[in-house]
């Protein structure tokens, strides 16, 4: 056995029905077909030849992904998950994840899910209003996002939902809206993000007009004092949370740890041979499936892993200690160091331990800035 600590199984199943103009994401709308089991195949192939970089530490978190992971049956998921237990090690009470699409959402798929080993569940809700799901070119409306909800509050899963705010035909009421009808549900996880304008996405080659600063701003005041008024806290920069409600898998991502990714376009973050290293898999389903192997593997040294660590470590709200740090298999250099304390008189960062002040969080991109 060995020191290293537990990792993180990130599976990316890459289907959807449409690209949505905002999305950056691997994926594909081509039918499943065949396409599925010999996917399937191929995860179980990938594992495999993971060996060595697993190094046979347990599995802490597993997270189904895309793409949009509830369109395929879930024969498939009970099929993979039991083959994962039996060649692997897996944490008692592991937190096993799955993405879903309002629209797939029926209480016997839910069922099937639970009897197949997952036990949290993240619904691309987005948004309650049709006119505001419709700029944002999604494939369900409100009432879709409604039942869904219900669901899923009714589901005894560990729930999530993802909202946007700051889209096309959106205001801060928009989000006022949503919020009070989250809130009413029950669920004890919100991940809730401004909608940003990526490369490679169809509003990045026809620009929407989109709410000012000032109405960006208003709605963030207004979700954030809805959420303190009913016990959330944020612990990272997009996620919200009741006691025992955190995500283990994201943490683990924003504490550094170490994380395999399966299926196409999938990335992993591996410490190995004394450094950290990143990688990826083949795009396109037919190219992961022909050949599984990493592909651009690199090693992070010197200026570029300061800035990887300080873009995924500083996103906790209440930042990391010595003992995280550890744990990880995290050094930092006289360089990050040094930065850091730069930070500390800018009154970005806290003394003590490794993360942001309030100043420091609201202004994230600025304290980040610093590393590059």
């Not at 993802?162 to 801060?172: A, C, E, K, T, V």
Request: hydrophobic share 35%.
């Amino acid at each position: 056995m060995n020191n290293l600590p537990e990792l993180s199984l990130y599976v990316h199943l890459p289907w959807c029905d449409k690209k949505c103009p905002y999305c950056d994401f691997n994926i594909t709308t081509d039918s499943l077909n065949d396409s599925v089991k010999e996917l399937f195949n191929a995860l179980k192939n990938d594992l495999g030849q993971s060996e060595p970089l697993i190094n046979q530490r347990p599995f802490k978190s597993i997270y189904f992904g895309g793409g949009t992971p509830s369109k395929v049956p879930t024969t498939f998921i009970k099929d993979f998950l039991d083959f994962l237990h039996s060649k692997f090690r897996v944490v008692l009470n592991c937190e096993v994840s799955f993405e879903a699409n309002p629209i797939d959402l029926t209480s016997d798929y839910i069922a099937e899910l639970k009897d197949s080993g997952i036990n949290r569940m993240s619904v691309g809700i987005q948004s309650f209003d049709d006119d505001y799901l419709g700029s944002l070119g999604r494939n369900h409306n409100a009432s879709d996002s409604l039942k869904a909800l219900r669901l899923l509050s009714k589901s005894e899963l560990i729930g999530t939902i993802d909202l946007i705010y700051g889209g096309p035909n959106s205001n801060s009421l928009t989000l006022k809206n949503d919020m009070e009808i989250f809130l009413d549900a029950g669920i004890n996880h919100l991940s809730l993000y401004q909608l940003n304008i990526e490369p490679n996405t169809i509003f990045y080659k026809k620009r929407p007009l989109l709410p000012d600063e000032n109405e960006i701003e208003k709605a963030e005041i207004i979700s954030s004092d809805l959420l303190v008024k009913n016990d959330f806290n944020q612990y990272e920069i997009s996620s919200w949370s009741k006691e025992n409600s955190k995500s283990i898998h994201n943490q683990n991502y924003w504490k550094y740890g170490d994380y395999l990714g399966i299926g196409p376009g999938a990335s992993s973050k591996i410490f190995k041979d004394n450094f950290h290293h990143r990688f990826r898999k083949r795009n396109s389903i037919k190219s992961y499936i022909n050949d599984t192997k990493p592909i651009h593997m690199k090693k992070l040294e010197g200026k570029e892993l300061d800035f990887d660590l300080a873009i995924n470590i500083l996103r906790n709200k209440l930042g990391i200690d010595d003992k995280n740090l550890a744990t990880n298999q995290i050094k930092l250099s006289e360089r990050f160091i040094e930065k850091y304390k730069i930070g500390i008189d800018l009154g970005y960062f806290q003394k003590g331990r490794f993360g942001t002040t309030d100043k420091g969080f609201k202004f994230l991109d600025d304290a980040v800035s610093l590393f590059s």
